[in-house]
């Protein structure tokens, strides 16, 4: 849970050293500065559940408590911290705290109005919860702002986004052609749209986590990015 690929996104702080399981947010994004004792408190929820996975965190739930208790902490700190927001949406979402969960994530779109992974996000809520109708809505929401960004400027990710909530509210076929004329666009380097090939050769959406991640993977040997890393979350990314 997109948040997406673009340049909001949050990076490596360089002046925090690098562990192997806590994912790192650097000082500034959208023009804001974070509060670094919110970010302390933030990496502290990261480290226990280790990452996170938007239904399961595969930890054990005084564990994922424990984050969500740290995540209200950090927004205290810094209501302005996004990913906070994002993550304690995901905490919530994995102990099956959905009405909990879409509170936080009412209160993010308000102070993020243009982020499409809180749209996305309460979409895989209402669907795993059987409301087929208001994720639909929310798709429609998210491929909305996916698309608002592909405006401001070319975006690969932000355009696979795009694709995969076309493919959730129209099928797959959709999918499989939004990311055909990517493949052929002149929008796009050609590493892009050999990256956008080898999602349509994954075939289905339901094949969207593990094609993407390969195409993340591609991009960064490409372009030597060796060290750029992402936080994968079930059918979205936050970037990090």
């Known amino acids: 849970?997109?948040?997406?690929?673009?340049?909001?996104?949050?990076?490596?702080?360089?002046?925090?050293?690098?562990?192997?399981?806590?994912?790192?947010?650097?000082?500034?994004y959208d023009g804001?500065?974070?509060?670094?004792?919110?970010?302390?408190?933030?990496?502290?929820?990261?480290?226990?559940?280790?990452r996170g996975q938007m239904y399961t965190c595969g930890a054990e739930p005084d564990s994922v408590r424990l984050a969500i208790s740290?995540?209200?902490?950090?927004?205290?700190?810094?209501?302005?911290?996004?990913?906070?927001f994002m993550f304690l949406a995901i905490y919530q979402s994995s102990l099956r705290e959905y009405k909990e969960a879409l509170k936080t994530l009412d209160q993010a779109a308000k102070r993020f109005d243009d982020e499409p992974?809180?749209?996305?996000?309460?979409?895989?809520?209402?669907d795993i919860q059987g409301d087929g109708l208001q994720a639909s809505i929310e798709y429609q929401e998210a491929k909305k702002l996916?698309?608002?960004?592909?405006?401001?400027?070319?975006?690969?990710?932000?355009?696979?986004?795009?694709?995969?909530?076309?493919g959730l509210i129209e099928?797959?076929?959709?999918?499989?052609?939004?990311?055909?004329?990517?493949s052929i666009s002149g929008n796009f380097t050609y590493q892009e749209r050999e990256g956008l090939r080898q999602m349509i050769d994954?075939?289905?959406?339901?094949?969207?986590?593990?094609?993407?991640?390969?195409?993340?993977?591609?991009?960064?040997?490409?372009?030597?990015k060796k060290n750029q890393r992402k936080i994968f979350i079930r059918g979205n990314t936050i970037v990090q």
């Open 146 to 166: 996916y698309d608002s960004i592909l405006h401001r400027g070319k975006d690969v990710s932000a355009y696979i986004n795009m694709a995969f909530f076309v």
């Open 70 to 84: 740290l995540c209200h902490k950090a927004l205290k700190l810094d209501s302005n911290y996004k990913y906070a």
């Open 117 to 126: 992974q809180i749209p996305a996000f309460k979409g895989f809520i209402y």
């Open 1 to 28: 849970m997109a948040c997406s690929n673009n340049k909001a996104t949050a990076q490596t702080d360089p002046k925090v050293k690098k562990t192997s399981t806590i994912s790192h947010v650097k000082l500034k």
């Open 32 to 50: 804001v500065k974070i509060n670094p004792k919110a970010i302390e408190v933030f990496r502290r929820a990261q480290a226990i559940v280790e």
């Open 171 to 182: 099928g797959n076929s959709e999918y499989i052609r939004i990311l055909r004329e990517g």
């Open 202 to 224: 994954f075939g289905p959406i339901n094949r969207y986590e593990i094609a993407k991640e390969t195409v993340w993977q591609y991009k960064c040997k490409s372009y030597g």
